[in-house]
């Protein structure tokens, strides 16, 4: 179906930045959404940022004003840039996906949701 890879993920100072990338490939016919969410050791997985194919976004409280998440649907990559980093802020990143892809080798579309690996993000005091 669709496989999601983030990158961009490292250990970065207090007040520092980093941008997450999460590149989408397949047979994709269009993404309609993507997500950002982390987990944190101990804690459950929570929704960061979210976007309706780079319109409407949605953020958590606890991110907003700081993170932004975009995405470039001519090369199938969603981002989130992190300003103001936080020791709070350290988790696994993942990306989610959702949209339509290609059955088979004709036009048909199914429906597809798909998860990246997960990107490390260590904030340090």
């Not at 007040?15 to 269009?30: F, Q």
């Not at 194919?53 to 932004?68: C, E, H, I, L, Q």
């Not at 969603?78 to 802020?89: C, I, R, T, V």
């Amino acid at each position: 179906q669709v496989q999601l890879v983030e990158s961009g993920g490292g250990l970065v100072q207090a007040g520092g930045s980093l941008r997450l990338s999460c590149a989408a490939s397949g047979r994709i016919s269009s993404i309609n959404a993507m997500g950002w969410y982390r987990q944190a050791p101990g804690k459950q997985r929570e929704l960061v940022a979210a976007t309706a194919s780079g319109d409407s976004t949605n953020y958590a409280d606890s991110v907003k004003g700081r993170f932004t998440i975009s995405m470039d649907n001519a090369r199938n990559t969603g981002y989130l840039q992190m300003n103001s980093l936080k020791p709070d802020d350290t988790a696994v990143y993942y990306c989610n996906a959702v949209g339509k892809y290609y059955r088979g080798s004709g036009y048909s579309r199914g429906d597809f949701s798909s998860w990246g690996q997960g990107t490390q993000v260590t904030v340090s005091s």
